[in-house]
């Protein structure tokens, strides 16, 4: 097993150190930062602006979305059902068993030490706990927690916990930034701001109707060195 990275660098620096061709080796895109120690397997995609912190194992044939955290000692899986040998003793090779793989999307954050048995997907910004066992699919904006994992709430783009929306039904809210989320049928989506319908913090908006143009929400920003 080789680490593709020794030390903690970005993607780009690496990728130019190596040649032209590292990146597209390991289907890495752009803005990447992978810890010490970290393997990723040939064949693994991985999106732009993903974390992979120290030691984190990524098998192929992984895929990692935009935005993804991979928090340091996570595993994601190849196989379901594993063998060193096969029913007549003989050492298994690498074609005599089918790999399947771990999707993580968009924006997704797996917790330090967590594991993901494939083949199972972590839905868009879902939050995974440190060191809990995935063993079914987590749906977007879920919070998985324990072993196995299962869900206990909500989390927003920020993944800070959602609360309840006072005298919303099945209307959620993230207290940091104030975005809001529906659940319909146990599956949660972003609502959809029209206009002036948005957090004043959020949109700039004022109570003369001029606009003070975007606010930069800290929370989104990734943090940097630290496990989940």
């Known amino acids: 097993?080789?680490?593709?990275?020794?030390?903690?660098?970005s993607c780009a620096a690496s990728c130019s150190s190596r040649g032209p061709d590292s990146a597209s080796q390991?289907?890495?895109?752009?803005?990447?930062?992978?810890?010490?120690?970290?393997?990723?397997?040939?064949g693994v995609r991985i999106g732009n602006n993903v974390k992979l912190q120290n030691y984190a194992l990524v098998y192929e044939p992984a895929e990692l979305g935009d935005?993804?955290?991979?928090?340091?000692?996570v595993v994601l899986t190849n196989g379901h059902n594993p063998r060193s040998v096969d029913s007549d003793g003989r050492q298994k090779?690498?074609?005599?068993?089918?790999?399947?793989?771990?999707?993580?999307?968009?924006?997704?954050?797996?917790?330090?030490?967590?594991?993901?048995?494939?083949?199972?997907?972590?839905?868009?910004?879902?939050?995974?706990?440190?060191?809990?066992?995935?063993?079914?699919?987590v749906l977007d904006f879920a919070l998985a927690v324990g072993?196995?994992?299962?869900?206990?709430?909500?989390?927003?783009?920020?993944?800070?916990r959602l609360v309840a929306r006072e005298g919303e039904p099945d209307v959620w809210e993230c207290p940091q930034t104030g975005a809001l989320y529906e659940e319909k049928d146990g599956v949660l989506t972003e609502r959809r701001a029209g206009p002036h319908s948005c957090p004043a913090a959020l949109c700039g908006q004022t109570g003369s109707g001029r606009g003070r143009g975007p606010v930069m929400n800290r929370a989104l920003a990734p943090a940097h060195g630290r496990g989940l």
């Open 1 to 9: 097993m080789r680490p593709v990275w020794r030390s903690t660098q």
């Open 26 to 42: 390991f289907g890495v895109k752009a803005r990447c930062v992978v810890g010490r120690g970290a393997y990723v397997g040939t």
């Open 67 to 73: 935005g993804v955290f991979v928090g340091p000692a």
């Open 93 to 137: 090779r690498g074609g005599d068993w089918e790999a399947v793989g771990v999707k993580v999307a968009e924006g997704a954050s797996l917790g330090a030490r967590s594991v993901c048995v494939a083949p199972v997907r972590a839905g868009r910004w879902a939050m995974v706990a440190a060191g809990a066992v995935v063993t079914k699919d």
């Open 147 to 160: 072993v196995p994992a299962r869900q206990i709430g909500w989390v927003g783009r920020s993944g800070v």
